[in-house]
């Protein structure tokens, strides 16, 4: 066993009790286990991981302090479109009516976020999105559904009672 000689379990398990992140978890109960026995092949199958992904966490662990070791490496992604002052701009104009920035509409719809999205700030984004965004700000919409101009009230609202008494559970 010529990996992890520097680090004992008592370390390890010190370490597991003072963290809450489930992959950091993952890559401390990795070593433990290994530190007691089994193969990194025995262990890649126990934990469904590629042993190249074990022989990483453990080269990370033997090179760097335990609690960085574990940690994953910042991801940063791609930069976003508005800035954070923006943003909050998009969300104060959702939270009001789109008449009040100058739209004739009576209710956000993800269209029209996009379209204000890229007249307000020259931020072109995709309508999936844009319904992203429109969700991180608390808001939701709804599609109307279009009705037969024919329908019978009547027959609608008898509809709606028999509904509500059918249990979706019974098919």
């Known amino acids: 066993m010529a990996r992890l000689e520097e680090i004992s379990v008592e370390e390890l398990e010190e370490t597991m009790l003072e963290i809450d992140n489930y992959r950091e ?6 070593a433990i286990i290994y530190k007691r026995g089994p193969s990194v092949p025995m262990l890649a199958e126990w934990l469904d991981k590629r042993e190249a992904t074990i022989y990483e ?32 701009q998009f969300e104060t104009a959702l939270r009001e009516s789109p008449e009040g920035v100058g739209y004739d509409a009576p ?11 890229l007249d307000e700030f020259d931020a072109d984004y995709t309508l999936r ?10 808001l939701s919409w709804q599609t109307p559904r279009p009705q037969p101009p024919t329908a019978d009230e009547e027959e609608r609202e008898e509809f709606r009672k028999d509904l509500k008494k059918t249990d979706s559970n019974d098919s």
């Open 57 to 88: 966490w453990f080269n990370r662990l033997e090179d760097q302090p335990i609690r960085d070791a574990i940690q994953d490496e910042q991801r940063p992604g791609r930069p976003s479109k508005l800035t954070d002052e923006e943003h909050e």
């Open 129 to 138: 999105h844009t319904r992203r965004k429109m969700k991180d700000a608390g």
């Open 25 to 30: 978890v993952q890559r401390l109960i990795a």
């Open 107 to 117: 209710a956000w719809t993800p269209k029209l976020a996009r379209q204000y999205l």
